[in-house]
């Protein structure tokens, strides 16, 4: 199935160019509510299922005996900027588990924030795996590890305790078979495993009403969804999309990008999950996809859309920072 154009590229009032991809909206009984291009097609998710990772830290009781803070909770389902804040935060997660950065197995990248990065640069220090964006969620790996006595040190390795309670939860919450023949190994060096844009929905569907999944697994997903709403720098950063969409709107919408332009989304109120990947990995059309959908599906007044116009139709900047174009909604999507 070829994927429509779904976001045009605007310069002055010409479309420049189009991404192509697809995307699923599921409700809650788990019924396709809203589809288009090919969403039966396996696919990396990569970092948008972070909080279904994130369920046995809740579930087996770790976090709270360990004390994890929503923010630290926040962190644990987070792809960060490798700011300050970000940084001390998992440091903390880690210092609960017993380890320390030596522990972590997600490797080194400068911060994703330029100002974070070039703050550590000047200060002549170099970045640790803690600036890793990953590194919430490894730490909270390690907690899981260390409150279940399991070994630490292959935590990331498949067939890990860890990884398999992250693939069994992922497996639940989207209704998938996820064995070797879809597994391949995420920016991070945990195993990550393909699955289809609809049942992607369905997961974040689940996770946005608790329904079709134990009543456990329910107040778990609530708990993570609450965290992470409630602070939403620490599941993103300073200027990103997760990070201001949910400061603008709350627990209306839970929003969690993926590498490779994936993008995931659950919405509590009207018990519905969505998944979209832009065809050419392209993270612009991706926010732009999601944006479109939660405003479509998500009960949105002209005062709801006013607010999400910068993301609905972002604009574009030459490099003295006059507008010289911008995104839009396009095909199934425009209107």
């Known amino acids: 199935m070829t994927n429509p154009a779904i976001v045009e590229i605007l310069r002055g009032d010409r479309v420049e160019s189009a991404h192509r991809g697809a995307g699923a909206v599921v409700d809650a009984l788990g019924r396709l509510?809203?589809?288009?291009?090919d969403i039966e097609r396996?696919?990396?998710?990569?970092?948008?299922?972070k909080a279904f990772q994130a369920l046995p830290l809740v579930e087996s009781g770790a976090a709270d005996r360990l004390g994890f803070s929503p923010q630290q909770l926040a962190l644990a389902c987070a792809s960060h900027s490798g700011e300050s804040e970000h940084v001390a935060g998992a440091a903390a997660i880690l210092a609960k588990g017993g380890a320390g950065v030596e522990a972590l197995?997600?490797?080194?990248?400068?911060p994703l924030s330029a100002d974070a990065a070039h703050a550590l640069?000047?200060?002549g220090a170099a970045p640790s795996a803690l600036h890793n964006n990953c590194s919430g969620k490894h730490a909270g790996f390690l907690c899981l590890a260390a409150h279940e006595g399991w070994r630490l040190e292959d935590y990331v390795e498949p067939g890990h305790p860890v990884q398999e309670a992250g693939r069994a939860a992922i497996e639940a919450m989207t209704g998938?078979?996820?064995d070797e023949s879809r597994r391949a190994i995420d920016g991070c060096s945990i195993p990550t495993y393909a699955v289809s844009l609809?049942?992607?929905a369905r997961g974040f569907a689940k996770f946005a009403s608790g329904q079709g999944i134990s009543r456990e697994r329910a107040e778990a997903a609530s708990r993570i969804r609450a965290a992470v709403v409630a602070n939403p720098f620490f599941v993103a950063g300073s200027g990103r999309?997760?990070?201001r969409w949910m400061e603008l709107f709350g627990a209306r919408s839970f929003t969690k990008t993926g590498a490779e332009g994936v993008f995931c989304a659950a919405l509590p109120e009207a018990g519905l999950g969505i998944a979209v990947k832009a065809e050419d990995g392209a993270s612009r059309a991706a926010e732009v996809m999601i944006a479109a959908l939660i405003a479509r599906f998500g009960g949105f007044d002209?005062?709801?859309l006013a607010r999400a116009r910068p993301f609905l139709t972002p604009e574009l900047k030459n490099w003295r920072g006059a507008v010289v174009g911008g995104l839009r909604p396009a095909g199934p999507l425009a209107g």
């Open 33 to 37: 509510v809203f589809g288009f291009g």
């Open 42 to 49: 396996p696919t990396f998710p990569r970092s948008a299922v």
């Open 105 to 110: 197995c997600c490797g080194t990248h400068w």
């Open 121 to 123: 640069a000047r200060s």
């Open 176 to 178: 998938e078979k996820l």
């Open 198 to 200: 609809q049942g992607l």
């Open 241 to 243: 999309f997760d990070t």
């Open 302 to 304: 002209e005062a709801d």
